[in-house]
């Protein structure tokens, strides 16, 4: 069967916010230690203490805004605990995260001086579960208050003269699980209390980001949206594709066909989350003011055999870049509502765009498709209708070809496409109705490998990396492509 996609190249469908290509890097494992922060004495080369190699993958993807310290993390860190003089910062045991000693040397200071070298907006997210009003609030003020204060004070005692902008706030994190397992009326009312002192000073305006549900716990956002709806900006929600099952996860390189076709039928389960969610928050919000925020997403398998089950290290293959690919489909789709998201976590742990060894490097194809698809940051969404021929495994059905168009802002047309067959290639037309200049030039590139399983390591870092796609032609106004098996392609035409 075909695959024919039609796309009104003149109806556009509102704005894919940037915000949806967003990263988040925790205190968990070797994301910020050894992944991102090694010191400034480090034989490594740095920039302050921050990795060189990895702020120029990071800069690639023009990543729009980075969500720290955690996850789980957020909620038993005290941010106090982060600033000063290093060596005399408090040693910490990071309880939820294989029980290492904390040292504290990344703290509110680094992490700012890392957005900054990216070009990044900071997501910080406070602490709810264990920590107080006031020392979320503190905390605000310390980051952001311009005059005198005794926490702008102190900043500036800390070498920081002018306050940082900072725009995205989470007031907790799953605070239905390790952020305090706490059932959403209480929530609600903490969510309430705790946003009323996350201040605004001066100019700079916080977008306050609440504690959604977990995977389709749809009474969570419901009580959230009734409760509280009107004092926040976004709600967030996790997912994350596991197959197996949470309590018998499966090996990230080891896997099946039935196993990757299960994992692409889990990834686009996300659609109907966000769906559900958002139909409870129309209820309470048509206006679709509060943003969904899928602030943790991406796969979530068994640790790499030898390394610490706490540090949720894993490998990563054409399956993951399949997964991303398909969500970023589906989170561009719903850019009415979700406006931001958060792939967990950027290097070393679960779904990274990036891998390290010591002083080595390796660009996951998850980085891959994050690089390609950045074409879609602050782009208009297109019209798409999409007769995808199916692909069928066990007496289930997908469809072979997910896709999204959007015009950027350079007046480009892209289409991201995803063909999650593990053997067929795919045969797609696309009728280009509505574009001014019929006989524009296309050209593409496409993440592909012979192998479902291929990956990038330290010592092989070129496995999979995206080339250009042959064969584009525009035939009778007709645009013709051929996309191999498992693989992930833009196309750009204009
Ligand atoms: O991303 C890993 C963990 O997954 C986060 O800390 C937590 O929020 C989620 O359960």
Redesign the pocket.
């Known amino acids: 069967m075909s695959n024919h996609i039609v796309i009104n190249a003149d109806l556009t469908k509102g704005t894919i916010s940037k915000h949806i290509y967003g990263h ?1 890097a ?1 205190h ?1 494992g070797r994301c910020i230690y050894g992944g991102i922060w090694v010191g400034e004495d480090s034989d490594i080369p740095n920039t302050n203490g921050i990795r060189n190699d990895v702020l120029e993958a990071l800069k690639g993807l023009s990543i729009p805004n980075l969500r720290w310290p ?5 909620d038993e860190y005290h941010w106090k605990d982060g600033i000063g003089p290093r060596e005399g910062r408090k040693r910490m045991v990071n309880t ?2 294989g029980g290492v000693v904390e040292n504290n040397h990344f703290g509110t200071h680094e992490f700012m001086k890392l957005c900054e070298l990216l070009g990044t907006e900071p997501y910080v997210n406070g602490n709810v579960g264990s920590g107080t009003v006031q020392e979320m609030s503190e905390w605000v003020e310390y980051m952001t208050f311009d005059g005198e204060s005794p926490m702008a004070d102190l900043r500036r005692a800390n070498g920081q003269e002018q306050p940082w902008r900072l725009k995205f706030f989470g007031v907790g ?2 605070n239905w ?3 305090g397992n706490m059932r959403p009326e209480y929530y609600a009312d903490l969510y309430r209390r705790y946003q009323t002192y996350v201040r605004n000073y001066g100019d700079n305006k916080i977008y306050r980001i609440a504690g959604g549900p ?1 995977i389709d716990d749809y009474r969570w956002t419901e009580v959230l949206m009734r409760e509280a709806g009107r004092m926040m900006d976004g709600l967030s929600l ?1 997912y ?1 594709t596991i197959p197996g099952s949470w309590e018998e996860k499966q090996s990230a390189l080891d896997f099946n066909e039935s196993q990757w076709f299960e994992t692409m039928k889990k990834a686009l389960h996300i659609d109907e989350l966000i769906t559900k969610h958002s139909a409870i928050m129309d209820q309470y919000d048509p206006q679709k003011r509060v943003a969904l925020i899928v602030d ?1 997403w ?1 796969t ?1 398998f068994l640790v790499e055999p030898g390394t610490n089950p706490g540090f ?1 290290y894993q490998q990563n293959t054409m399956r993951d870049a399949l997964v991303a690919g398909l969500s970023l489909n589906v989170f561009n789709a719903h850019c009415d509502r979700v406006r931001m998201a958060n792939i ?2 950027t290097v070393n ?2 779904q990274s765009v990036i891998l390290t060894e010591g002083d080595k490097m390796a660009l996951t194809p998850t980085y891959h498709v994050f690089e390609m698809y950045k074409v879609h940051q602050d782009a208009e969404l297109l019209e798409l209708s999409n007769s995808s021929a199916a692909y069928e495994m066990n007496g289930q059905t997908l469809d072979q070809i997910s896709a999204t168009a959007s015009r950027g802002q350079d007046g480009k047309l892209n289409i991201s496409l995803c063909n999650v067959s593990h053997e067929a290639a795919a045969e797609i037309t696309i009728e280009l109705r509505g574009l001014k200049d019929a006989q524009a030039s296309a050209s593409g590139r496409v993440l592909h490998a012979a192998d479902i399983h291929a990956h990038n390591t330290v010592d092989a870092p070129n496995a999979v990396a995206p080339v250009a796609l042959e064969g584009i032609r525009f035939e009778n106004g007709i645009l013709r492509a051929t996309l191999p098996a498992a693989s992930v392609a833009v196309l750009s035409i204009g």
């Not at 955690?70 to 957020?74: K, S, V």
Request: net charge negative.
């Open positions: 988040f925790e968990l955690g996850g789980c993390f957020a939820h995260w994190n799953e699980g390790c952020g977990n996790h994350y943790e991406g979530w949720l967990a976590q742990v679960l």
